[in-house]
Structure formats: C-alpha cells, structure tokens
C-alpha cells in the first residue's frame, strides 16, 4: 500500500482497511448513521498502532501507536470516552507537524 493511501485511510472514518475483523456495530458507535462513515469506526487518526492495554484500575486504553519518520507517540482513550476521537495522524507524527511540516494546527490534539 502507497503512503498516500495509508494517511487517507487513517484520517478518514468512511473507510475501514481489510484487516480489520468485520463485527457488527453497536448503535451507540459514534459514527453510526453519520454516512459516508464506516459504523464500525470508533476513532481515527492513527497511523499503526502496534500495542494496546487497558488500565485495570481506570479501565482506560493506552495505545502505542509507530511514527513516520522520527516520533512515535502514545495516545489514551480514557474510559469515559464516547470515541469520535481524531488522533491526528497523518496532520501530526506524536506532538509534531508532519502534513505540512510546520505550521499546522496542533490545538486539540
């Protein structure tokens, strides 16, 4: 698969990659019923994520999610969390601009 089309896929919710199992989607998914979104995503915006665990005593999730270039980053979901969340790939690589370099908007990431 080309770079473009992995940064396409993971900044958007209508599109889901084959190798993630198919199951069917809760109706409190967030982007259930908000076409042209996949219901089964739950959140976006990273680019591969390798390891995950939960919290046993919050019940939050730690993903650890590979970089491009040079920052790799740690994202957490915390329990509470409805998803929708954006993580940010492929605007940001961790807490840095990537697409563009420099000046993009890091304010809620």
Not at 38 to 47: D, F, S, T, V
Not at 48 to 66: E, Q
Not at 84 to 99: K, P, Q, V
Request: aromatic letters at 12%.
């Amino acid at each position: 698969m080309a770079k473009h089309q992995i940064r396409s896929w993971a900044r958007s919710p209508d599109r889901c990659p084959r190798r993630v199992p198919r199951t069917s989607s809760p109706a409190s998914n967030p982007f259930v019923g908000l076409p042209p979104a996949k219901p089964e995503i739950w959140a976006y915006g990273l680019r591969n994520p390798w390891r995950f665990s939960f919290d046993g005593a919050t019940g939050d999730l730690y993903i650890a999610d590979v970089g491009q270039d040079l920052w790799e980053e740690v994202d957490v979901q915390p329990a509470a969390s409805g998803g929708g969340e954006n993580y940010g790939w492929s605007i940001l690589e961790g807490a840095h601009c990537f697409n563009p370099p420099s000046g993009c908007n890091t304010a809620g990431w």
